[in-house]
């Protein structure tokens, strides 16, 4: 089967997150430097704030033929046209998204302890979050620091996708990578540089370079 989900860096992005700036002109920064799969995870806007967010940005993506991924709300998912949907252990399960949304082209689904990757969630996910691999200001209602040993004990158990996040930066991304992790997750190495396309370059140039050596 085709790997259901290719891609190698991916930006997590609220507003919130971007330092004052236009959440779409940064993530089209981080797009154009190798960010190629871009996930809203909007927390405390409005179901409407949240659509008019997604479409924008889908707006923008779609000229880069890069996916949209929705965090946890399935309408503002279907309706903006988007390509995916990421969801935690407490959020919509992956059984409702697969029974009601019959497009969905990516489901990314977080591992926060082992014995969900047992689960019939797992079974329906195309891609797993690792979460966190390393504790973050960012999100900090988290179970588990996976570590690096995390990542690998996760690796021997699934060949499905796995998705890093939490504190990954330039200085650890090849570490990640070669732990074995297919694709890294960023939010605030990205969002809050002062040039989004410069530090999501340095990213992407440490993973590709981490990939050709593994
Ligand atoms: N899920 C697990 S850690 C995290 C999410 C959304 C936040 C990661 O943010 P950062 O700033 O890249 O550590
Ligand atoms: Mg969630």
Known sequence: MANPFPY????????????GRDFV????????????VVQLREK??????????????????????????????L???MQSGAFGIHVGRSDCSPARIRSVWADCRSLGYSIEQLDQLETQ????????????????????????EWGLD?????RERTDKP?????????????????????????VSAICQ??????AARRIRNQIDHALRST
């Open 162 to 186: 796995l998705v890093a996040i939490g504190s990954i930066n330039a200085e650890n991304a090849g570490d990640v990578i070669r732990a074995g992790a297919d694709c890294l997750a960023v």
């Open 75 to 77: 309408d503002v998912a």
């Open 25 to 36: 002109q940064v993530a089209e920064q981080a797009v154009q430097g190798g960010v190629d």
């Open 121 to 144: 969630d797992a079974e329906l996910a195309d891609c797993f979050g690792i979460s966190p691999v390393f504790r973050t200001p960012t999100k900090t209602d988290t179970v588990t």
């Open 193 to 198: 540089a002062a040039d989004p396309q410069q």
């Open 150 to 154: 995390g990542i690998r004990t996760i």
């Open 44 to 73: 405390h806007a409005t179901p409407e704030e949240f659509l008019r967010k997604a479409e924008r940005l889908q707006t923008m993506l779609q000229t880069y033929d890069v996916p949209l991924i929705i965090n946890d709300n």
């Open 8 to 19: 190698r860096l991916y930006l997590v992005i609220s507003e919130a997150d971007c330092a």
